[in-house]
């Protein structure tokens, strides 16, 4: 179930969003950047009343101030700084993003989230696997930026947009570089569509503009306070996941199997 962030964010209409070193491998260099601004524009072209800021502070351990998402490349073990958070074994191979919200319970609304990325993920070719292309990856990370907007996996679409449940990759005729998330749709040309561009479905645009509401229904700013008056008691957890499943066989590309499976909720 879709969950809004605290008032005191719902209200600031951004979140601040950490890369750690992480994002400076070969893999996913530049791409960080790239989805933001991508994001950006979506949401600017859609009126999804937030916006993504990159900042250089990472989260406080606490779960309390610096910023509010942080995105990891990953592979293997992942655990969270928190009371109570269980360790989630996460592939880095695999073309899956892995979003986990953490909320105060108390007031049922999501103080952070962490986004993992894979650190290097594969697609499978008729000869052996590969690094996907670029389009692909960043695909992975905007998909994930969107349920930091607060969306869980009951939010996802089963074609025609970036927030796509089980995508699949259309392999570039010319390499890595062509590479591009199935859209699940056709062209006037009778050819697969696919991402990049990012295209996002008016269903997932009110999904995010009902938890982030515009100003004519924003209370007013004058009786604004903080809504956590100290450190979060507890915390929990929801993970959201993206996974791509096998590579659907398609006409006029180049046609390839992968062995993919569906991803497991790791909730
Ligand atoms: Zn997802």
């Not at 790239?34 to 993504?52: M, R």
């Not at 699940?184 to 509401?213: C, F, K, S």
Request: hydrophobic share 35%; with cysteine; aromatic share 4%.
């Amino acid at each position: 179930m879709a969950r809004q962030w605290t008032d005191q964010i719902v209200q600031r209409h951004q979140l601040r969003v950490y890369a750690d070193a992480s994002m400076n491998g070969p893999n996913w260099r530049g791409l960080f950047s790239q989805a933001i601004s991508e994001f950006n524009q979506l949401s600017s072209q859609k009126s999804l009343g937030v916006t993504l800021l990159a900042t250089s502070q990472a989260p406080a351990p606490s779960g309390r101030g610096g910023a509010d998402v942080s995105v990891s490349a990953a592979n293997g073990e992942i655990t969270l700084p928190y009371e109570g958070s269980r360790p989630v074994q996460f592939d880095g191979e695999r073309l899956h993003g892995l979003t986990r919200q953490v909320h105060d319970p108390d007031i049922n609304r999501i103080i952070k989230c962490h986004v993992f990325v894979p650190t290097n993920p594969q697609v499978q070719m008729p000869r052996g696997k590969r690094l996907v292309g670029p389009g692909v990856r960043m695909t992975i990370l905007v998909h994930e930026l969107v349920h930091c907007c607060g969306l869980s996996n009951s939010e996802h679409t089963n074609s025609g947009d970036l927030f796509i449940a089980n995508p699949s990759v259309l392999l570039g005729s010319n390499g890595a570089a062509g590479d591009r998330v199935d859209l699940g749709t056709y062209g006037d040309d009778n050819l697969p569509q696919g991402m990049p561009p990012l295209v996002m479905l008016e269903r997932t645009a009110q999904h995010i503009r009902r938890l982030w509401p515009t100003s004519s229904r924003r209370p007013n700013t004058g009786a604004r306070k903080a809504t956590l008056a100290g450190p979060p008691r507890g915390t929990q957890f929801a993970s959201v996941d993206h996974t791509a499943r096998s590579t659907r066989e398609r006409r006029a590309f180049d046609r390839a199997r992968s062995p993919q499976q569906p991803g497991r909720r790791v909730s």
